[in-house]
């Protein structure tokens, strides 16, 4: 996430964070806490759960994140994202948080995994990571901003995270998500403008054109 940001519409005061997942909310807050940003989230708020009825991470956070503008009458921003396996064409993909059902067993969804590329004979482990984060205010103005990590998926590893975390171990890094702390998951260096998570070079290129500089 080098070079220069891209010009957006300027962030400040209160916005609402798209999401009823208790994972995402705080990575989102962790993320926010530099700018000063008071946030508070769609669940708290008791918003309703928008269906997601778009063919791609962008369509689906921009349906969260307008329908929470909307109702809240504040700026609001969602993240749409999910695991992408290469020798499964690219699934769980944005179905990634339904492989885990209502109950949210993604230790469910990642036997599924590792069983679907047993049944194909799949040696390939390759996969990565994307994150769509859009902001949105009430008078229908959007900013999008995506991120990607590659990496490989191995033996669930670490209680650390969230979601698909402790199958994912990205390039360049002996431990998974699941083994890293918040902090090393993201991997922001802001003098750099880089990430290393796909939320946080997301938010990083956001951050970069809609919130005031880190403190």
Request: charged residues 25%; negative net charge.
């Amino acid at each position: 996430m080098s070079g220069a940001p891209r010009s957006g519409r300027r962030l400040s005061g209160k916005v609402v964070i798209a999401t009823h997942n208790a994972g995402k909310l705080a990575e989102m807050r962790t993320l926010l806490a530099p700018f000063g940003i008071d946030a508070v989230s769609a669940g708290e708020l008791g918003l309703p759960e928008p269906e997601e009825t778009g063919t791609m991470f962008a369509e689906n956070a921009a349906i969260k994140a307008q329908a929470a503008a909307a109702a809240a009458g504040l700026p609001a921003f969602a993240d749409d994202s999910g695991l992408c396996v290469d020798a499964l064409d690219g699934a769980p993909g944005i179905f990634s948080a339904r492989w885990a059902g209502p109950a949210k067993d993604f230790a469910g969804a990642m036997a599924r995994i590792a069983s679907e590329l047993d049944g194909r004979g799949a040696t390939d482990r390759r996969a990565h990571f994307v994150s769509a984060l859009v902001l949105a205010w009430p008078d229908g103005h959007t900013e999008l901003f995506e991120g990607r990590v590659f990496g490989d998926l191995v033996e669930p590893r670490g209680s650390a995270g969230f979601g698909y975390d402790p199958i994912f171990r990205p390039d360049g890094h002996d431990r998974t998500f699941g083994e890293m702390t918040a902090d090393e998951k993201h991997g922001i260096d802001w003098l750099k403008g880089e990430g290393l998570s796909h939320r946080a070079r997301a938010f990083v290129a956001l951050s970069r054109a809609c919130l005031a500089p880190a403190r």
